[in-house]
């Protein structure tokens, strides 16, 4: 499971965990909107991605039924194996979004430290197929200093989406190549 003191603070600190799971779901946002938006087909999921990470960082409800849907997307419901890079970035950020859901909607803190594992997870075998990376670090890092924090205020949860969001784009361009992720963010309109 996850790193053992990242699972242990996230057991003492309810008041940040929301927050928690909301940047985790960012970080690996591209990972799903950048890899099936380009899809016609997969439009309706590629908003759902959006509109999910939305709800977490505003917390107001919804989660349930959100959840529902979320677990209904092919990556979480299908039975083939993954061999490809880019289906594997999308199971695993689909299931990111998943924990995070289900953490919202019964507070499980084992969801929430699964919500990191995969997160983790992820980074390391980006780590495995990027020269000289070190994703896996950074991503315990972040978890790190968010689970420091104490109360989480309108204007701190604003910065940390931001810095996730940065977070994201930064990962997805290391993953794809620069190139290859202009032409992601070109036809996504992303921001």
């Known amino acids: ?6 699972a242990a603070a996230l057991r ?3 008041a940040v965990g ?24 997969r439009a309706d999921d590629v908003e759902l991605y959006v509109r999910a990470v939305d709800l977490l960082w505003d917390g107001q409800a919804g989660f349930a039924s959100t959840a529902g849907a979320v677990a209904a997307l ?5 039975q083939e194996e993954l061999t490809d890079d880019t289906d594997i970035d999308a199971f695993q950020a689909a299931l990111t979004l998943h924990y995070a859901l289900s953490y919202r909607v019964d ?9 990191a594992h995969v997160v983790w997870t992820a980074m390391g075998l980006l780590d495995n197929n990027i020269a000289g990376a070190a994703l896996a670090d950074a991503e315990l ?9 104490g109360e989480v205020s309108p204007a701190a949860l604003a910065r940390l989406r931001a810095e996730d969001q940065a977070l994201s784009r930064e990962r997805f361009s290391a993953a794809c190549g620069e190139h290859e ?3 992601w963010q070109a036809a996504l309109e992303l921001p």
């Open 107 to 115: 507070g499980d803190v084992e969801h929430a430290a699964a919500c």
């Open 18 to 41: 929301p927050a928690f799971v909301a940047g985790c779901a960012e970080r690996m946002a591209l990972f799903f909107t950048g890899s099936r938006g380009g899809i016609p087909s």
């Open 1 to 6: 499971m996850v790193v053992d003191d990242v």
């Open 181 to 183: 992720e202009a032409e």
């Open 74 to 78: 092919p990556e979480l419901v299908s």
């Open 141 to 149: 890092g972040r978890q790190r200093e968010v689970l420091a924090m």
């Open 12 to 14: 003492s600190r309810d």
